[in-house]
Nanobody
Framework: VVELVESGGTSVQAGGSLRLSCQAS???????MVWFRQAPGKEREGIAA????????YADSVKGRFTISRDNDKGNVLYLQMNSLEPDDTATYYC??????????????????WGRGTLVTVSP
């Protein structure tokens, strides 16, 4: 459906901030977008979703610390602003997209397109 490329992952100390970007091959205004993450040995977890109508949902684990947004000027970039990072946030972060508006549940099964991920490591 759409090609997605994440960037911005790096190593950071606990308490720090980081912004991830996801560049899409098309405009994303009409897509439902989700940030997922997967830590070693754990299942992939949907942490933030942005519907095309601007509704947003967050996982409890990141609520109040992470913010998902879309660059409305560029039209094809999704962001994840991460503040107050904790060692438990260490994971590979993926962005994903789907066309049918079903992404607010943040289920992996709803998504049609995936990026390859970017690694975030948070040290104590």
């Amino acid at each position: 459906v759409v090609e997605l490329v994440e960037s911005g992952g790096t190593s950071v100390q606990a308490g720090g901030s980081l912004r991830l970007s996801c560049q899409a091959s098309t405009y994303i205004f009409n897509l439902c977008m989700v940030w997922f993450r997967q830590a070693p040995g754990k299942e992939r977890e949907g942490i933030a979703a942005l519907h095309s109508d601007a509704r947003i949902t967050y996982a409890d684990s990141v609520k109040g610390r992470f913010t998902i947004s879309r660059d409305n000027d560029k039209g094809n970039v999704l962001y994840l602003q991460m503040n107050s990072l904790e060692p438990d946030d260490t994971a590979t972060y993926y962005c994903a997209a789907e066309r049918w508006g079903a992404c607010l549940s943040r289920s992996t099964k709803a998504m049609e397109s995936w990026g390859r991920g970017t690694l975030v490591t948070v040290s104590p």
